[in-house]
């Protein structure tokens, strides 16, 4: 025994001197550490940030007075101040398409102009001899980048992202600065609020400098899917320096939701050597049972290619995830996923989040995805340009359908209004595509929104060859969705719409901004084609999705559902007023209505009470509609008017316990269906109760009451995220309700409210829903509206406790304590 245990220390001895040596070598270089065989940094923290352009923004040296710390994604048109239109000021009468009530009138009331940023790096001696890439996802409007002080790259279409090599242009062993000028350019080069900046992720990848995947290498597809067995096809895009190499092996692993490796195969392709870039058939497999995706479970499965060198070591790895669906069009059904119809229910809308501006952080979008789910919607349409990678990962894990647009006008000047269209597109329609082909989410490309009557785009035949000749592309890259364009009006001129236009008999799919009533005289004379309501307005809900066969058609996009900056009728707001949802996402009362149809299978009843009508024209379409509350707080006598809103057979309404009425849900007429109107009832202080019924059943299957408030007596904080993570990106959203002692919403309550922050968090965003404020978005105070406010944080990357502090003039002060979860355990 002892002889075993000496044996042991000595053994343990040798091994102990053995690692210590190791790691002495590896310490000072003589063996080389391994490495990963793809790197991504994240550069989104710490930039310098200048407003207005500077004589040495991109100099490598010296700066100017002025710059501040900022953190990606950064939006700096929001805090900038509101520009109010001047006197003299008018609509651009002659230009339809362009909603323009003023100079700003579009652009949010903020003034266009260009920013600088600037970051300095020190690259690390382990990065020499390989790859070194900056990725940009994204600089709004458009952008030029410099290391240095030498312009390397940029970008002439903000919404896209691009990569610049600087492999043989950083500078070991001192200070890089890379520089990024951004230009919002001119108002008239976007019809709605674009944000300027750094507003996606910026990040640097490192890969092996002979062998490597190129930029957005894989393309999965699922061409044979049943419930038994589904075929997988995955292509790999690799580029190789090696002269010598004649053949390539690759390794391909396939992980379900779970982690569980369901598939794992190497295979050996030849390489011409003649080509430095080539796409192979990484694998073609089958999956026995699989997990399919679609919008009720979103199951999504995990591909990793890897590619290895000629002595099996890696040399380079890439992941992506992928859904297993099967997507089926046809003008007798619509759209159908696995064997089943599914319509779209949608919202068309801009990609700014509200109180951040553009800045794309993914929890802000979540929390849009989580509130359209919650009220029936199954679709985003992204209007009219593409939408974060953020947006399209959640809409794959939530099962949200995306109709994925890339142009709004194909004119020079809505295209970032620098380089000409028509030699931007064949590059711009490969990185969109590429980007987004493998998301299960989206189920149809859209090129273009409302361009068919515009004859200054090329070729002045209504769109037909540029369509061509940008969908020949798209094919190259995928085959497996139809393509569209919306259209309006549908017709070949704005007056007669005898006929359709010759652009939307050329789409695969004939999508209407507004024209649902064509659908079905279209179909009668075309009936190859298949309808899809592109637009669809706030003040026609209901008739415009209950006059469409539901049967055929393959769905419908409201626009405007959340309210948003830009695009705005006039002074004092400062943008969109037509959706359901406020610009802090506050749900209107209408809300309730469109989800008493969306979600049709779920008992509802809402009670809203009408105030006032705000009918205006836009786009040719009257879309000012009824202004309604959900409250019962009105002056005594008061005669109102009110809607109830039910998918149930019919409502009983009481006020005070006393019954007022019972009334059908009149399901003949779409303008009728789902809202039950009540006329001449007489307000009484207390409370109003809504009950809805099914026809042989005594019960409610739903209710809906509310009461009159006493004045505010505190404010009630909410936060929305549980699992606040310390990664320097994720948000909470604090939601501030000035409630009575019985903890009622008191909707008079206006109080200014002030913010502070200690802790591991910084204040991202302040908000409330009155679009018509002159309050900024930014800074550390708010007033209430409506008896709300929204304050939003953004978290450290260190863990944590934030104190959030809240103070006003007319409430006692609030403090919450919000925890800030480490990432991984760190």
């Not at 509101?82 to 009468?93: F, I, K, L, M, T």
């Not at 694998?283 to 699989?290: H, T, W």
């Amino acid at each position: 025994m002892h002889i075993i245990q000496s044996c042991y220390s000595v053994f343990n001895t040798r091994i102990y001197k053995f690692l210590l040596l190791l790691i002495v070598f590896v310490a000072i270089g003589l063996i080389p550490f391994p490495l990963e065989a793809r790197e991504v940094i994240s550069l989104n923290r710490d930039w310098l940030f200048h407003a207005g352009d500077v004589a040495d923004g991109a100099s490598a040296h010296t700066l100017s007075p002025g710059w501040i710390t900022v953190n990606v994604p950064h939006d700096y048109q929001i805090s900038q101040p509101w520009v109010a239109p001047g006197v003299d000021e008018r609509g651009d009468a002659d230009n339809p398409v362009a909603n323009v009530a003023s100079r700003l009138s579009s652009r949010g009331f903020k003034e266009m102009g260009c920013g600088w940023y600037r970051k300095t790096i020190i690259p690390d001696n382990d990065w020499k001899g390989r790859r070194i890439l900056l990725d940009f996802e994204g600089i709004m409007l458009v952008g030029d980048v410099y290391l240095n002080g030498e312009l390397i790259g940029g970008t002439d279409y903000g919404y896209l992202g691009f990569e610049i090599d600087v492999t043989d242009k950083l500078r070991y062993g001192e200070e890089n600065v890379i520089a990024v000028r951004a230009d919002t350019g001119s108002p008239e080069n976007s019809r709605w609020y674009t944000g300027g900046g750094l507003y996606r992720d910026v990040n640097l990848k490192i890969t092996d400098p002979e062998l490597y995947f190129t930029r957005h290498p894989l393309y999965v597809t699922t061409p044979e899917v049943e419930r038994d067995r589904a075929v997988v096809r995955i292509q790999a895009e690799v580029a190789n320096h090696i002269a010598s190499l004649d053949s390539l092996r690759m390794k391909t692993v396939i992980r379900d939701a779970d982690g569980k490796a369901v598939y794992e195969a190497e295979s050996s392709h030849r390489f011409n050597r003649k080509q430095t870039i080539k796409e192979y058939e990484a694998d073609s497999l089958v999956l026995d049972n699989p997990r399919l995706w679609d919008c009720e479970t979103p199951h999504l499965y995990t591909a990793t290619v890897t590619l290895l060198r000629p002595d099996a070591t890696v040399a380079d790895e890439v992941s992506t995830r992928f859904g297993v669906r099967k997507l089926e069009y046809s003008p007798e059904y619509g759209l159908r996923i696995n064997g089943k119809k599914v319509l779209l229910k949608g919202i068309a809308n801009h990609h700014t989040l509200g109180a951040l501006g553009a800045a794309a952080y993914p929890r802000a979008i979540e929390k849009r995805i989580r509130l359209l789910k919650d009220f029936g919607f199954n679709h985003i349409r992204c209007s009219h340009n593409p939408y974060s990678e953020s947006l399209m990962d959640l809409c794959d894990e939530y099962g949200i359908l995306v109709v994925d647009e890339l142009y709004d006008k194909w004119l020079t000047q809505y295209a970032g209004g620098r380089k000409d269209w028509m030699e931007q597109w064949p590059h711009d329609v490969p990185e969109w595509v590429r980007r987004d082909r493998n998301h299960p989410c989206v189920v149809m490309w859209s090129l273009g929104n409302e361009l068919q009557l515009l004859w200054d785009i090329p070729y002045a035949d209504w769109g037909v060859t540029p369509y061509r000749m940008q969908k020949a592309l798209l094919d190259r890259y995928d085959r497996t969705r139809p393509v569209t364009v919306a259209m309006h009006p549908r017709g070949r001129n704005e007056k007669t719409d005898s006929l359709p236009a010759p652009l939307a008999m050329e789409t695969d799919v004939a999508a209407y901004n507004y024209r649902y009533m064509y659908f079905p005289g279209d179909s009668r004379r075309f009936p190859r084609m298949m309808f899809y309501q592109s637009e669809a307005n706030t003040s026609n809900m209901g008739p415009n999705y209950f006059d469409m066969d539901l049967d055929k058609v393959i769905g419908l996009a409201y626009w405007g559902m959340i309210d948003y900056l830009g695009e705005s009728a006039g002074w004092p707001a400062k943008g969109w007023e037509q959706g359901v949802f406020d610009i802090s996402l506050e749900p209107k009362p209408n809300a309730y209505f469109l989800k008493s149809y969306f979600k049709e299978d779920e008992p509802l009843v809402h009670i809203a009470v009408y105030e006032d009508e705000e009918p205006y024209i836009w786009n040719d379409i009257q879309m000012g509609g009824k202004r309604l509350s959900d409250h019962w707080n009105y002056p005594e006598p008061s005669i109102l008017k009110l809607y109830t809103y039910t998918n149930a057979d019919e409502v009983e309404l009481k006020i005070n316990g006393k019954t007022i009425g019972r009334k059908r849900n009149d399901r003949t007429d779409s303008r009728r269906r789902n809202r039950i109107m009540w006329e001449n009832v007489e307000y009484s202080p207390g409370n109003i109760e809504a009950f809805a019924y099914n026809d042989g059943e005594s019960n409610p299957v739903a209710r809906h009451r509310i009461e009159t408030s006493g004045r505010a007596s505190h404010l009630l904080l909410t936060a929305d995220n549980a699992d606040w993570r310390a990664d320097g990106t994720d948000l909470q959203h604090v939601r501030v309700e000035a409630v009575d002692k019985k903890g009622r919403r008191d909707v008079s309550a206006r109080g200014m409210l002030t913010f502070s922050v200690e802790g591991p968090a910084e204040i991202v965003g302040v908000i409330n829903g009155d679009n018509r404020s002159n309050e900024l978005t930014v800074g550390n105070s708010r007033s209430l509206y409506n008896g709300t406010a929204t304050v939003i944080l953004r978290s450290k990357p260190e863990s944590g406790t934030a104190l959030l502090r809240i103070t006003s003039p007319d409430f006692k002060p609030v403090m919450m304590k919000l925890p800030v979860s480490p990432v991984d355990g760190k």
